[in-house]
Nanobody, 114 residues
């Protein structure tokens, strides 16, 4: 059974930090590049960050230097450490493979107040 469960979102002031977690089933996680995506109100879902099974990470220009993606392959879990948050980071954050599979979780809401 494919499962993606995001958690860790919340309301934070601009300049603050949050750490998101993604618990995934082994079938979607093991051996695959994983990533974070986000969808702001009225906008399309966009790529945020990517981490391969092992190797170099990639980030969208809008979050480079502020966000850090990591994964624990023993726990089928991925993380997104977000710092220096801006109101423009407000969105629902999702995890999935990169490129994304057809399976999406419920996401976790991140709201950054100015």
């Amino acid at each position: 059974q494919v499962q993606l469960v995001e958690s860790g979102g919340g309301l934070v002031q601009a300049g603050g930090s949050l750490r998101l977690s993604c618990a995934a089933s082994g079938s979607i996680f093991s051996g695959n590049a994983m990533g974070w995506y986000r969808q702001a109100p009225g906008k399309q879902r966009e790529f945020v960050a990517r981490i391969p099974w092992s190797g170099t990470t990639n980030y969208a220009n809008s979050v480079k230097g502020r966000f850090s993606i990591s994964r624990d392959n023993n726990k089928n879990t991925m993380y997104l450490q977000m710092s220096s948050l801006k109101p423009d980071d407000t969105a629902v954050y999702y995890c999935n493979q990169v490129p994304p599979s057809a399976h999406w979780g419920q996401g976790t809401q991140v709201t950054v107040s100015s």
